[in-house]
């Protein structure tokens, strides 16, 4: 049994696939099972991890008939790992040679923390662009206990997280969710382990014009209402009624929903759904969790 299996979600990602599987397989650290499922692509995905696998007997794969969304494919993989510790890595994104070395000197300290690092940010040519991951969020924790942090919103670098497989019983992505399902994975980890940031950027994310773009307003306003429940049902009892609405509100204002009004106010969709219907969310969210609470007492 491998001591980690690195998991690769696919999906028309034929032109930086190749590169993504080539800075697996050229980790430092060898002991790992790369397993790959093909979400239903129409490229040549298909034919390139499958003339990979003929080439390392370390590579597992199979293939969707139909597109099933990346939760499914995620859970997917989960579910079939075999390693002690388990790692994931977009199939357009890149690791650098000793990512799965130095995680897991980390991790091997203590196996219940949850370790991610910094990333840098690539362009379609795999230039850098001079940024990094996580200057696009103003988070001041990144390790430890960073529960209260990613209440407001994920900002954990999705091609870096490693942890024990044992520590993901019970936690799985969220298949209602199709923007917010990181968040609420994420989440759901932050409020059992501990988080270790490694600092330096030992992943690469590929901007390249065809990542998930947030255009989707309603759906995304449909992921703030289900997690937005979803926190106030399990965690409640771990916030106060500043602190509840302070994070929910910082939920919002993480979202297209809400960067849009700012960018235009007067606009009559962006009014809606960037500050009405969230506010309005939020005030019956926080309301229903508290009489809950004196309907229990």
């Known amino acids: 049994m491998p001591l980690v299996s690195v998991i690769m979600p696919s999906y028309n990602h ?7 599987i080539e800075s697996v397989l050229g980790q430092s650290f060898t002991d790992f099972e790369l397993i790959i499922i093909d979400d239903g692509s129409v490229d040549r995905s298909q ?14 794969s199979s293939f969707h008939t139909k597109n099933k969304g990346i939760t499914k494919t995620f859970n997917e993989l989960i579910d079939v790992s075999n390693g002690k510790f388990i790692s994931g ?8 040679k000793d990512n799965l070395k130095k995680q897991l000197e980390v991790i091997k300290q203590d196996e219940n923390l949850i370790t991610w690092t910094e990333g840098e940010i690539i362009n379609a040519k795999g230039i850098s662009t001079g940024k990094n991951f996580t200057e696009m969020y103003k988070v001041s924790k990144k390790s430890g206990n960073i529960f209260e942090e990613i209440l ?16 993901l019983s019970g936690i799985r992505f969220d298949e209602n969710l199709k923007y917010l399902n990181d968040h609420k994975f ?13 600092p330096e950027p030992l992943a690469k994310y590929r901007l390249h014009g065809k990542n998930t773009i947030f255009s989707d307003m309603e759906g995304w306003y449909k992921d703030f209402m289900v997690i937005g429940e979803y926190i106030i049902q399990n ?13 929910l509100f910082n939920l919002i204002s993480t979202t297209p929903l809400y960067r849009g009004f700012k960018e235009d106010p007067w606009n009559k969709l962006n009014l809606i759904y960037g500050i009405i219907l969230p506010s309005y969310a939020l005030n019956l969210l926080t309301k ?3 009489k809950q609470k004196i309907n229990n007492n």
Do not use: H
């Open 89 to 96: 890595i977009a199939s357009d994104d890149l690791w650098v």
């Open 152 to 167: 407001g919103g994920n900002f954990i670098f999705g091609s870096s997280w490693m942890c024990k497989s044992a520590n």
């Open 235 to 247: 965690y409640g009892d771990r916030l106060n009624s500043k602190a509840t609405r302070k994070k």
């Open 288 to 290: 229903n969790y508290f």
């Open 47 to 60: 034919q390139i991890i499958e003339d990979y696998e003929k080439k390392d007997s370390r590579i597992q």
């Open 14 to 20: 034929a032109k930086y696939l190749p590169n993504a």
């Open 186 to 198: 994420f989440l759901d980890l932050a409020s059992k382990y501990q988080f270790y940031f490694i």
